[in-house]
């Protein structure tokens, strides 16, 4: 159990363009989801905390306008990156967590590279 | 606030031998403590976890015990396996209940046959 997909799993987009990266807690139900960023062999960098049905909570020095965050239910949420460029590029996270885990336990998904031209 | 301190890598070991990854943390009151395994272009899985002081987390090999008095929780293993190479994260959560984590920088892990 305990299982969080991430689509798609790595996407190549042009200069100004959007992209949206999708989470989804496949087999519970997630109030909280949260992304992060990772850059090359670099540790994570929480960007915002998603609860279900309320805006998200950006963390400081990320843009809400470029990363835009949508939590719509239980199960889903999503990450656009609106006009992406080049300094984009990255590996982009999510995880969960469930009101009945134990000791806030999140559960992550496999990821999304993300590769801005 | 609350922070993780990892001993820097790489790490490279022979296959069998005996592995320690050093974590410290900073955090007010009681938090609970974690380390993730993150395989080449993967995602992070968790390896292990400790709630309260003196808990010791274990799985596949790896042990962590939580420390109050030294606030760390290093990973050890007693022989690592080529399959074991990775990047490990130490995280903790802490007590205010905001659902972060805070993560340590990670260290890069690599067994040699």
């Known amino acids: 159990g305990a299982v969080v997909s991430q689509h798609p799993s790595w996407v190549i987009c042009k200069s100004g363009t959007s992209v949206k990266i999708e989470c989804r807690s496949l087999?519970?139900?997630?109030?909280?989801m949260f992304w992060y960023r990772q850059f090359p062999k670099q540790s994570l960098m929480l960007m915002a905390t998603?609860?279900?049905?309320?805006?998200?909570?950006?963390e400081q020095g990320v843009e809400k306008d470029k990363f835009l965050i949508n939590h719509a239910s239980l199960t889903l949420s999503t990450l656009t990156v609106t006009s992406a460029h080049p300094e984009d590029s990255s590996f982009y996270i999510c995880?969960?967590?469930?009101?009945?885990?134990?000791?806030?336990?999140?559960?992550f998904g496999p990821g999304t590279r993300l590769t801005v031209l | 606030g609350n922070s993780v301190t990892q001993m820097e890598g790489p790490v490279t070991l022979s296959e069998e031998a005996f592995l320690t990854i050093n974590c410290t943390y900073t955090?007010?009151?009681?938090?609970?403590l974690f380390w993730y395994v993150q395989y080449p272009g993967e995602g992070l899985q968790l390896l292990l976890k400790?709630?309260?002081?003196?808990d010791k987390g274990s799985n596949k090999g790896f042990e962590a015990t939580y420390r109050k008095e030294t606030t760390s929780f290093h990973l050890e293993k007693g022989s690592v396996q080529v399959s074991d190479s990775a990047v490990y994260f130490c995280?903790?959560?802490?007590?205010?209940?905001?659902?972060?984590?805070?993560f340590g920088q990670g260290t890069t892990l690599q067994v040699k046959p």
């Open positions: 995880s969960a967590s469930s009101p009945s885990g134990s000791s806030n336990e999140q559960f």
């Open positions: 087999d519970f139900q997630a109030t909280t």
């Open positions: 998603s609860n279900e049905g309320s805006k998200a909570t950006y």
């Open positions: 955090a007010t009151g009681y938090p609970s």
């Open positions: 400790a709630t309260k002081a003196d």
């Open positions: 995280a903790l959560h802490g007590s205010s209940n905001t659902g972060k984590l805070i």
